[in-house]
């Protein structure tokens, strides 16, 4: 499925987050259609290889290859993966809260999530936290 703003031809794409958050970029998508005409691809595809492969079917049916590629979030890492597969497919690459590209900025993201809560919300944080890191609590459920 693809959506699409204004009227073609379209020249941006804009890839949305998740994965599985189809919808997720309307927003983003209506800007750049008002701007430039754009798709948004709604994204299915369970594995890097099929999100790709259905990536560059929807680029074709929307037509007007070699596109401006937005990605937001998780689909900023598909539309730069795109990128690096079907250079020849993408005219520009945009990057929009982009999680980070190296290792060495993921801490970055859990301090920044942390500074945005509240004292009760950041125990709750934390407490989720360890749990995911270290399994289920003794209870078998959560409380």
């Given at each position: 499925m693809i959506r699409y703003y204004?009227?073609?031809?379209?020249?941006?794409?804009?890839?949305h987050g998740g994965p599985g958050a189809p919808?997720?970029?309307a927003g983003l998508a209506a800007m750049a259609g008002e701007i430039c005409r754009a798709s948004e691809p709604m994204?299915?595809?369970?594995?890097?290889?099929?999100?790709i492969f259905e990536l560059k079917g929807q680029l074709e049916e929307a037509g007007n290859v070699p596109v401006i590629l937005i990605g937001h979030s998780w689909g900023a890492f598909l539309a730069a993966l795109f990128a690096g597969a079907h250079p020849e497919m993408v005219e520009k690459l945009i990057l929009v809260g982009c999680p980070p590209l190296?290792?060495?900025?993921?801490?970055?993201?859990?301090?920044?999530?942390?500074?945005n809560l509240g004292p009760g919300e950041r125990e709750?944080?934390?407490?989720?936290?360890?749990?995911?890191e270290q399994g289920t609590p003794e209870r078998g459920r959560m409380e």
């Open positions: 204004g009227d073609p031809p379209y020249r941006a794409a804009v890839i919808g997720s970029a994204q299915s595809g369970k594995s890097i290889r099929e999100l190296t290792a060495g900025y993921v801490p970055m993201i859990g301090e920044r999530r942390r500074r709750e944080f934390d407490r989720l936290n360890l749990w995911l």
